[in-house]
C-alpha cells in the first residue's frame, strides 16, 4: 500500500515541477479572470438595479457566490485532462501503462490534482491583491467555520466527478478519432447546469429540483453554495450522500470504458 502512495506521490511531484513551469501562465490568466469578475458585477449590479433581492438572496450575497467561483474553478476544474487523454491515446503513449504497474487513472488524476494546485494557488494572489476593493461588497455566512468543514469534502467530490467526466470523454478516442464535439457540448451542460453562468437555485423550482440529481449540479455551484451560504446546513448532508453516490457511478463507467477500450484497441493493434 505505501508502496502504492509512493508511486502517486512521485508522479505527483513530477506533474507539480512540470505545471510550475508554466506558473505565469497561470498567474495572468487568473489576473485577467479579474475582469470577469469586473463584468459580473456590471451585468448583476444592473439586474439589482429598483429590488434588493432575486431568488431570496440580495446583491452582495450574488456577489460573493461569483467571488467564491472563480478560485473553485481553478482549484477543482477540469480544464484539458479529456483532451490529455485522447492525445496519449491517439499518440500510442497509452502503451506504457499498459506494460507497468501503474493505474492509468490514478496517475491522470495525480497529474491533475498537481496542476489544480498550482493554478489554485497563483489565483489566490490578485484575488487577495483585489479583496481591498471587493471586501464591501461581499458578505459570508455567520457560520463559516462549519461550512468549511462541509465544503471542503464538497470540494474533494467535485473534483474527483469533473475529472472523470473529462476522463471518460477522453476514453472516447477509442471509438472515435475525434472527442472535441462531445467536450464542447459538455462543456456547455456544464457552464449552464453547473452553475456558472447563474446561481441554479434562480432557475423555476421544478427545475432546481431536479438538478440536484445530476451531476452537474455537485461540479461547481453544490460547493459554492456551502461556502456562500445559498445552501442551508440541514440539505449539506443529503447534498453530500448523492454527490458521493455520482462518484462511484462515475468511477464505474471510467473503468468500464477503460476495459472495453482497451479490448478494442489491443484488437486494432494487434
Aim: with cysteine.
Amino acid at each position: 500500500m505505501f508502496a502504492t502512495l509512493a508511486k502517486y506521490r512521485h508522479v505527483f511531484l513530477v506533474g507539480l515541477q512540470s505545471n510550475l513551469v508554466y506558473r505565469w501562465n497561470f498567474a495572468v490568466r487568473g489576473l485577467f479572470s479579474l475582469f470577469h469578475l469586473v463584468v459580473v458585477f456590471t451585468l448583476w449590479g444592473a439586474a439589482f438595479a429598483g429590488q434588493t433581492e432575486i431568488g431570496g438572496f440580495d446583491l452582495r450575497q450574488t456577489l460573493t457566490y461569483f467571488v467564491i467561483l472563480l478560485p473553485l474553478n481553478f482549484m477543482i476544474g477540469a480544464f484539458n485532462e479529456d483532451y490529455q487523454v485522447s492525445e496519449e491515446i491517439r499518440n500510442g503513449l497509452i502503451n506504457q501503462f499498459l506494460l507497468k504497474p501503474v493505474n492509468y487513472y490514478a496517475y491522470r488524476f495525480s497529474v491533475f490534482v498537481a496542476a489544480r494546485l498550482v493554478s489554485g494557488v497563483l489565483v489566490l494572489l490578485p484575488l487577495a491583491l483585489a479583496y481591498p476593493v471587493l471586501r464591501d461588497a461581499l458578505v459570508f455566512p455567520s457560520d463559516w467555520g462549519l461550512r468549511l468543514a462541509y465544503g471542503l469534502p464538497a470540494m474533494l467530490m467535485s473534483a474527483l466527478i469533473q475529472f472523470t467526466i473529462a476522463y471518460c470523454f477522453g476514453l472516447l478516442t477509442f471509438w472515435f478519432l475525434e472527442i472535441q464535439s462531445f467536450v464542447i457540448l459538455s462543456m456547455a451542460v456544464e457552464v449552464l447546469l453547473g452553475g456558472q453562468m447563474f446561481p441554479l437555485d434562480l432557475m423555476p423550482t421544478w427545475l432546481f429540483e431536479l438538478s440536484h440529481y445530476l451531476p452537474y449540479f455537485y461540479m461547481m455551484y453544490f460547493p459554492a453554495a456551502i461556502f456562500t451560504g445559498r445552501i442551508d446546513i440541514a440539505s449539506i448532508g443529503p447534498g453530500l450522500a448523492i454527490q458521493a453516490c455520482w462518484v462511484i457511478v462515475l468511477l464505474v463507467c471510467a473503468q468500464a470504458l477503460w476495459s472495453r477500450g482497451l479490448r478494442r484497441h489491443t484488437a486494432v493493434g494487434g
